[in-house]
């Protein structure tokens, strides 16, 4: 598409029901360059608490860059992201995991030599409060945090449906299930946003039918998810909003019912396959 374009339908509806509370979320003017190649130009997204958003978009639309940006793993060009009204310039992807920012990735990451609950219990220790001298000694603390741990491992992988192979080894699950381990190790920072890089690749229908009726209930518990997904089936089944990024710019943002029928969607990509993995020269790194 060439030239100045009036605001999509979808663009508009947003605007006329935006939220009046402050975002939990807030991308402004966010770009990133590699080299001379602009992969985002001026993004503007402000994520509301609660709810599930999604970001959609052709391949080389900057998706993935997105999520690396508000995770740490890039530095923006030029703009600003803040999250509760703080923020995130010159964090480390640590610290901002502290702050309460979960995310999966496309390429899963799990310690596939340890069992299902070990991985969860890895999420969980960035929240667990005993000291080394705790752990060398085996103090009383240390034995309640653990046990803590370990219960709310278990609790986790049954929101998953994971519970009953809590002892298996990750690298013996199937690739869905791998999936469902990496979402509730995610979980396990007890995060106040989570981010999922297209949740369902590689899955079959019925894991699909299975994770969207888990992502459902894990946002019925007061999570705030924030997904970018090719599958559209599953987009449009979940999110009651959702942006689309084309060519490093926002071009629509709406309800699924506006995004399906926006001429720019449609006209961008709506029906294609998504695969954002070529347009992040950063993206080996982070996948």
């Given amino acids: 598409m060439s030239g100045m374009q009036a605001p999509s339908t979808a663009t508009l509806a947003q605007a006329a029901s935006a939220p009046s509370e402050a975002p939990l979320l807030r991308l402004d003017a966010l770009s990133r360059h590699f080299g001379g190649l602009k992969v985002l130009q001026d993004v503007n997204l402000a994520i509301p608490r609660g709810g599930i958003f999604g970001l959609i978009g052709p391949n080389g639309a900057g998706k993935t860059t997105v999520f690396n940006l508000i995770t740490g793993l890039l530095q923006p060009t030029d703009g600003r992201i803040e999250f509760e009204g703080r923020s995130l310039a010159g964090r480390a992807p640590h610290q901002i995991t502290r702050m309460g920012i979960a995310r999966t990735f496309q390429n899963i990451r799990l310690f596939k030599e340890m069992s299902l609950l070990e991985n969860v219990i890895v999420g969980l220790h960035a929240k667990l409060g005993y000291r080394a001298h ?43 299930d791998q999936r469902k381990l990496e979402l509730a190790r995610a979980l396990a920072s007890d995060p106040k946003l989570l981010l999922l890089d297209e949740p369902v690749a590689g899955m079959n229908s019925g894991e699909k039918e299975e994770l969207m009726a888990e992502v459902r209930q894990i946002s019925a518990r007061g999570y705030t998810i924030f997904m970018i997904e090719h599958d559209m089936r599953f987009v449009m089944g979940l999110c009651q909003d959702i942006a689309v990024l084309n060519f490093g710019r926002i071009i629509a943002r709406g309800s699924p019912e506006a995004i399906r029928s926006d001429p720019q969607v449609i006209e961008a990509y709506l029906g294609r396959e998504d695969d954002d993995a070529a347009d992040d020269p950063a993206h080996g790194a982070s996948a």
């Fill in 134 to 176: 705790d752990l060398i000694a085996g103090t009383p603390r240390f034995r309640s945090e653990e046990r803590a741990a370990r219960e709310r491992a278990r609790e986790l992988l049954s929101w998953v449906r994971l519970d009953h192979k809590l002892s298996d080894r990750a690298d013996n699950l199937s690739y869905g």
